[in-house]
Every structure is written in C-alpha cells, then in structure tokens.
C-alpha cells in the first residue's frame, strides 16, 4: 500500500468520526474541513487535479464558509468565543491533522528524491478538456439529472425560505 494513500484515508475515515461525534457545531465544521482537504489529496494522488481543484474550491471554499455563516448567524448572544477558544477538541483537531500534514509531506519528498517511474496515463488524463468531454458526451445525462434536482432544491428553498407567497 501506497503511504500517502494510507495517510490520507486514514485522516479522511479519522475527520469524519470526529465531525459527527463532536459536540459543538463550529468542532463539527473544523472535522469537515479537513475531511474535504484530505479528499483532494485523495484525488490529485489519483492524478485527477481538476476534481481536486473543485473539491478545495466549491466545498471547502464555498461550502464549508457557508456552513461556518450559517453557525455564526444562530449562534445566540450568550455564547462566548473564549469558551469555543479554550476548548481542548480544536486543539486535538490541529494537532491531528498538523502531524498528519507533515508526515504526508515527509512522505512526498521522499517519493520526489528516489525518482521512481511514473505510471503512464492516457493521453489529456485528468485535464480539463477531457473532462469536459466526458461530461457532456458519456455522461449528458446524469448532468442533467443533476441541474435538475439543482433546480428543484433552489425553487424549495426560495419557497421555504419567503415569509408570504
């Protein structure tokens, strides 16, 4: 087994415990950071960067911050930053993936300075060409299907989100 995979699976499995078992909503959002970080480790190990690129960007970028708004905007006046501040979950948290982050990059340049082949890929692997190719040939209809059910969600959410219709 590949370590870099180990690490990152093993981060990703690790994170999404930690997200569902933490008690507090901002801990809950800080595990589904890293769980969405190691997921586009995952994926540019398997020499796919554009889907990395979207998982960083629409997930934990837009995602997540829209996540973390949505916590901050319900959280009541009585609750204090120090308390979250102090809480020994966060601090576990960074420490988990600081030494995970460092072990991977440990890993990665010792993969760079042996120097082994690369794996041959087809040609335009991964590129955003082919990508867009495949989406909208071989996979048309499950794009679709997709802005479809995009669709419906944005109508429901306009039609639960107004006070009077």
């Known amino acids: 087994m590949d ?4 690490t990152f699976a093993v981060m990703a499995v690790g994170a999404g415990i930690f997200t569902i078992t ?3 909503a901002l801990t809950s959002a800080l595990g589904l950071l890293t769980v969405f970080v190691a997921c586009a480790a995952l994926y540019l190990h398997l020499h796919a ?8 960007s629409i997930y934990a970028g837009a995602i997540l911050v829209l996540v973390v708004f949505v916590i901050m905007l319900l959280m009541s006046p009585d609750d204090r930053f120090e308390a979250v501040q ?3 979950a966060y601090r576990i948290m960074g420490t988990i993936v600081a030494l995970t982050m460092l072990g991977a ?7 760079v300075t042996t120097g082994g082949p690369a794996p041959a ?3 335009g692997f991964g590129s955003p060409a082919r990508f867009g190719e495949l989406f909208f040939s071989d996979y048309l209809i499950h794009f679709e299907v997709a802005s479809v059910l995009l669709l419906v969600a944005l109508v429901a959410a306009i039609y639960l ?3 009077k219709l």
């Not at 960067?49 to 960083?56: G, H, K, R, S, V």
Request: glycine share 4%; proline share 6%.
């Open 105 to 111: 990059l440990a890993a990665a340049l010792r993969d």
């Open 161 to 163: 989100g107004k006070k």
């Open 49 to 56: 960067p554009l889907i990395a690129i979207f998982q960083i």
């Open 22 to 24: 933490a008690r507090e």
């Open 121 to 123: 890929l087809p040609e």
């Open 3 to 6: 370590l870099y995979f180990i």
């Open 86 to 88: 102090r809480n020994m």
